[in-house]
């Protein structure tokens, strides 16, 4: 009796095991073909951005990003085709997309400025750069961040989104920048003599492109006398150097030329 009940129940159950193991093998069947599909896709979108010269970057992050939004498709296809109700697990998916970019706003905004950052270039590794107040060379372009060297060689990284929501400054993007110095002059001095010295003597600095040339003009008045700007251009990689020598020859000549040394005027008030 108790071997004849289950055999009834085996001849029960087997038309159901048949139907559910032909549901796993279509599955598994849907499974391979999708990931095959899924891969076929992410190739060809690979591909036609490289046709179209997108940044190495900006293709393996929308790739992946494909990857795994059609993976989430293929699954809740499958449990569809098992019959399991994917209107409850896709609202999962989607409060926990919620959840996850509520938590993680500022990286997502980081996120979505770097891709600007790399689609748009305005500026390149290497180039010397101001951005979100942070003054140095570019060493790394990144989707979160940018890294700088700053001129006291200190690696700063500066989030995308500060980078993108300010003003940004790129000295290495002209062929040649100016150097701002002045040079300040007694008020008896002679101020045409002076101004044509300068002009030679920085000139002949080192690195110093020849054009626009040096500007040497009256700058303003002041209590001590007039005071120059004296203004040579150069690339932005000798840009201290220039600083710095230009400086020692604006000492230097108007010391060998026997100016006198600018001092406030004092006046005595009898009392």
Same mark, same amino acid.
Not at 14 to 28: E, N, T
Not at 135 to 141: A, D, F, M, Q, R
Not at 243 to 259: Q, S, V
């Given at each position: &009796?108790?071997?004849?009940?289950?055999?009834?129940? &085996?001849?029960?159950?087997?038309?159901?095991?048949?139907?559910?193991?032909?549901?796993?093998?279509?599955?598994?069947?849907?499974?391979?073909?999708?990931?095959?599909?899924?891969?076929?896709? =992410?190739?060809?979108?690979?591909?036609?951005?490289?046709?179209?010269?997108?940044?190495?970057?900006?293709?393996?992050?929308?790739? =992946?990003?494909?990857? $795994?939004?059609?993976?989430?498709?293929?699954?809740?296809?499958?449990?569809?085709?098992?019959? $399991?109700?994917?209107? =409850?697990?896709?609202?999962?998916?989607?409060?926990?997309?919620?959840?996850?970019?509520a938590a993680w706003s500022g990286l997502l905004g980081n996120?979505? =400025?770097?891709?600007?950052?790399?689609?748009?270039?305005?500026?390149?590794?290497?180039?010397?750069?101001?951005?979100?107040?942070?003054?140095?060379?570019?060493?790394?372009?990144?989707?979160?961040?940018?890294t700088l060297n700053t001129p006291d060689n200190v690696r700063?990284?500066?989030?995308?989104?500060?980078?993108?929501?300010?003003?940004?400054?790129?000295?290495?993007?002209?062929?040649?920048?100016?150097?701002?110095?002045?040079?300040?002059?007694?008020?008896?001095?002679?101020?045409?003599?002076?101004?044509?010295?300068?002009?030679?003597?920085?000139?002949?600095?080192?690195?110093?492109?020849?054009?626009?040339?040096?500007?040497?003009?009256?700058?303003?008045?002041?209590?001590?006398?007039?005071?120059?700007?004296?203004?040579?251009?150069?690339?932005?990689?000798?840009?201290?150097?220039?600083?710095?020598?230009?400086?020692?020859?604006?000492?230097?000549?108007?010391?060998?030329?026997?100016?006198?040394?600018?001092?406030?005027?004092?006046?005595?008030?009898?009392?």
């Open positions: &009796m108790q071997q004849d009940r289950i055999s009834g129940w &085996m001849e029960q159950a087997q038309p159901i095991l048949i139907a559910f193991g032909l549901k796993v093998l279509g599955a598994i069947a849907v499974f391979i073909i999708g990931r095959w599909l899924i891969g076929l896709v =992410s190739r060809l979108v690979e591909a036609l951005m490289t046709r179209q010269k997108i940044d190495p970057t900006v293709q393996r992050y929308l790739v =992946s990003f494909l990857t $795994v939004a059609l993976n989430i498709v293929l699954v809740v296809a499958i449990l569809g085709y098992f019959g $399991v109700e994917t209107t =409850s697990f896709a609202a999962l998916v989607a409060g926990a997309g919620v959840a996850i970019g996120f979505a =400025s770097g891709i600007f950052l790399l689609v748009l270039r305005p500026f390149q590794v290497g180039d010397y750069v101001l951005i979100g107040g942070v003054e140095g060379t570019v060493l790394e372009l990144g989707l979160f961040g940018t700063t990284i500066v989030g995308n989104g500060k980078v993108l929501g300010n003003d940004i400054r790129n000295f290495t993007a002209n062929p040649y920048r100016r150097v701002d110095l002045v040079a300040q002059l007694a008020a008896n001095a002679d101020l045409q003599r002076a101004v044509g010295l300068l002009r030679d003597a920085v000139g002949k600095v080192p690195n110093i492109v020849p054009a626009p040339g040096v500007d040497v003009e009256i700058l303003e008045f002041n209590e001590f006398g007039p005071k120059l700007a004296v203004r040579p251009y150069c690339h932005t990689d000798h840009y201290w150097q220039v600083y710095f020598d230009t400086n020692k020859a604006i000492a230097d000549t108007l010391g060998a030329a026997g100016f006198p040394v600018a001092t406030r005027p004092v006046r005595v008030y009898p009392v």
